[in-house]
């Protein structure tokens, strides 16, 4: 693989710059927005650079430093690092500290015939802190920005609107072959031979692999949907050709995995109310979580599954056995270090005894997660990410929830979707995190209407019995 070329270097000093201008011009929801989808839209992949000490500054890590410098030196705001209740402030806590753990039970190499892996150092620990810090800026500047209506809405459209924008390098990647980080930035940043699908090709664009992607545009879709259900009559007939032309580029993708999704998904975005919509989101929460003690136990039908896709495709089928082997092997290497994991240098992977190759490869997040931090990273990555769409069920099962906008029952349903494709592959990114802030503030917000309509029918019950009392 090319190395990067000056263009990509180049951009990771100039997007601070317009990051810069973003907060500077827009209000703060959409200035965190677009620094955040933007650079992770735009800049190059894989493309680092190394400074001594701090940690690696790239196209995550970059844009959710200049989201936190826009709000503290251009907003002149004062962000919350705590959510509101115990168990975020708790999960918060181990999902920034846990890796100190995961460095003090690794500290001795492992050894192989001709090679060896080395032990975690106390260095590593606060590499791994300074960059689990950093994962959740976006996190914590949607709560402080988006945890309204509004908030929610902005989501929406600018997911919208960044899916009409990349339709068009797509579009030219599906036709073209994937080139488009060739073309400007110098390099291909995967196997090119993994974007051939169906006699075709599947963009990629600047995104790691066609596969994040893939579930770009499912999001998109499901954004142009919920869009389309709220827009008004006169306006319906432009949403409902933008919903079919996003749609459309869902299919250009070639990815099995995120169509089923966007059947499964679609039908309850244009059809269901939004109490069935966060309850759906909260089903499927709970089932991701508890994904890791049902593979353990077997209770995951996964030769029905595979059967199911070999009916569709053997090829798709025979990819998915490969990476339910792989998962086997990797998830009872994992339980050897259950609570803190392996660490890293490859030390989670199973490796040949004599060379030291690694022979296991991991495509799902909950694997890698559960291999490198345990059962702790695990919780406190998976248990964050799901805890806005809990809490939110269960403000819908309350009989005094205040009614919910349709944009953040969308939206939680968006993040549900993200949340499942982390069980077969790695797509939690900051966007994803910024999600997970704005609704988790969202909920925050939906407890307290409860609370406060839950104490005016308690005041006017007392009101009340006063009456009958002064009657009698």
């Known amino acids: 693989m090319a190395s990067p070329n000056i263009i990509a270097f180049m951009m990771l000093f100039v997007w601070p710059l317009v990051c810069w201008q973003l907060w500077r011009r827009l209000d703060p929801a959409r200035a965190l927005i677009w620094t955040v989808l933007g650079g992770y839209l735009i800049m190059p992949p894989l493309t680092v650079i190394n400074f001594p000490i701090i940690p690696d500054l790239d196209k995550t890590t970059i844009p959710n430093l200049m989201a936190w410098v826009g709000a503290l030196y251009v907003r002149h705001d004062k962000i919350s690092f705590l959510p509101e209740g ?54 914590l500047l949607a709560r402080r920005y988006l945890g309204n209506p509004a908030g929610m809405r902005a989501v929406i459209e600018a997911l919208v609107l960044a899916g009409l924008w990349y339709s068009v390098p797509m579009l030219i990647e599906a036709r073209f072959s994937p080139q488009m980080n060739v073309w400007v930035y110098g390099f291909f940043q995967h196997d090119f031979f993994q974007t051939i699908r169906q006699g075709g090709y599947r963009p990629v664009v600047f995104l790691p692999h066609g596969l994040w992607v893939a579930f770009f545009a499912l999001m998109v879709v499901l954004a142009a949907m919920v869009r389309l259900r709220d827009t008004t009559s006169e306006l319906r007939p432009k949403a409902l050709l933008i919903a079919l032309y996003l749609a459309f580029m869902l299919y250009v993708c070639k990815s099995a995995g995120v169509a089923v999704y966007a059947l499964c998904l679609t039908p309850l975005v244009l059809l269901a109310n939004w109490r069935l919509q966060v309850l759906a989101a909260a089903a499927i929460a709970v089932l991701v979580i508890s994904y890791p003690v049902l593979r353990g136990l077997h209770l995951v039908p996964v030769e029905q599954i595979v059967n199911f896709a070999n009916g569709f495709s053997a090829d798709r089928a025979g990819s998915l056995q490969f990476r339910i082997d ?30 030291g190759q690694m022979t296991t490869i991991a495509d799902g997040a909950w694997v890698i997660v559960m291999g490198t931090y345990g059962w702790m990273g695990f919780i406190a990555e998976f248990g964050l990410t799901s805890l806005p769409i809990l809490l939110l069920g269960r403000e819908a099962l309350s009989r005094y929830a205040a009614p919910f906008n349709r944009y953040s029952a969308g939206l939680a349903l968006i993040l549900a979707a993200n949340l499942f494709d982390l069980l077969p592959n790695a797509t939690h990114i900051p966007f994803t995190w910024l999600m997970v802030g704005g609704l988790l503030a969202e909920a925050e917000r939906m407890r307290q209407l409860r609370l406060d309509a839950q104490r005016l029918v308690l005041r006017q019950h007392l009101q009340h019995g006063k009456q009958k009392r002064t009657v009698i």
């Open 86 to 139: 115990r168990i975020g402030k708790v999960l918060i806590l181990i999902y920034i500290i846990s890796p100190f753990g995961t460095v003090l039970t690794n500290t001795d190499p492992i050894y192989f015939g001709a090679a060896y892996l080395q032990g975690m150092k106390i260095y590593d620990s606060a590499a791994a802190v300074a960059n689990q810090f950093i994962a959740l800026l976006p996190f």
């Open 326 to 355: 792989n998962e086997e092997l990797l998830l009872a290497r994992a339980q050897e270090k259950a609570l803190f994991g392996w660490g890293g240098y490859g030390r989670a992977f199973l490796h040949d005894p004599i060379t």
